[in-house]
């Protein structure tokens, strides 16, 4: 199935209601959280991933805990390094 199908079907899926669309699979995840302008990594995150599409559906109280960390700076000493890309002089068209 296409992604712009799964994508219709999830649009759909709203007034129906998540049980009329691809199971959904409890998986430990890492997830990548924004709060004020920066990018916080969550590694053994719970949630519920569609067994279709891959897309990712978290529990509020999994929101609220991972808000408490960035909000209150408990984020540990880890730190990651990522390539920030500019498109704007590589697009010919
Ligand atoms: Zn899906």
Not at 49 to 74: H, I, N, W, Y
Request: charged residues 25%; aromatic residues 4%; positive net charge.
């Amino acid at each position: 199935m296409s992604l712009l199908r799964e994508n219709v079907v999830a649009l759909v899926g709203v007034g129906l209601g998540r049980e009329r669309l691809a199971p959904l699979k409890r998986k430990t995840i890492e997830h990548i959280h924004r709060w004020g302008g920066r990018l916080y990594l969550f590694k053994n995150v719970q949630a519920e991933v569609c067994s279709q599409c891959g897309e990712s559906f978290l529990k509020p109280a999994v929101l609220r805990l991972m808000d408490r960390c960035t909000a209150t700076g408990k984020v540990g000493r880890a730190r990651l390094s990522i390539p920030v890309i500019s498109l704007l002089a590589k697009v010919s068209a």
